[in-house]
């Protein structure tokens, strides 16, 4: 099995969407209750790190940068996405994704990328902290999903590289 990292283009929509659906449907991965249209998306994340992985011509799954502020002094701080199809999980691809993001990332001059993470999605967890992210605190009751209030953890990756100046 070759994976393909490339980026990720309007046409891969479809396939973005299927994946993002699942993890929407899973619990576990985002707040979203629906999967945004294509121009909503678009205009709420980074033209920077937007990549798809591909197994031959199929999406298996996607990573991207949302901005989290508009203010000047955030420009070098980005939150990260990474979603992998339920049927591709468990073969590397979101390690993959993740250290390609990490890397397009710094050629964009990102200082600090950020998530915010169900403390129940152990996989994402872990897959943060094997690139190199730390978990720096507990958002309690952030926000309430299907009548429960869910709690998020905060991690960060501050890079060697990007901003040191």
């Known amino acids: 099995m070759t994976i393909a990292i490339d980026a990720l283009r309007p046409e891969d929509w479809e396939g973005v969407a299927a994946i993002y659906r699942e993890g929407i449907d899973s619990g576990h991965a985002t707040f979203e209750s629906a999967v945004p249209k294509w121009d909503s ?18 999406v298996v799954g996607w990573a991207a940068l949302s901005p989290v502020s508009d203010r000047c002094a955030y420009s070098g701080v980005a939150e990260v996405s990474v979603y992998v199809a339920a049927a591709a999980r468990g073969r590397g ?13 710094e050629r964009a001059g990102i200082w600090t990328l950020q998530s915010g993470t169900f403390p129940e999605n152990l996989a994402s967890l872990a897959l943060q902290k094997s690139c190199g992210f730390r978990e720096i605190g507990r ?3 952030l926000g309430k999903m299907a009548g429960h209030w869910r709690d998020v953890l905060l991690l960060e990756r501050r890079s060697p590289v990007a901003g040191i100046d």
């Open 41 to 58: 998306w678009n205009a709420s994340h980074l033209a920077a790190g937007r990549l798809v992985a591909r197994i031959g011509d199929r």
């Open 139 to 141: 958002r309690e009751r």
């Open 93 to 105: 691809i979101g390690r993959t994704l993740l250290a390609a993001l990490i890397a397009e990332s």
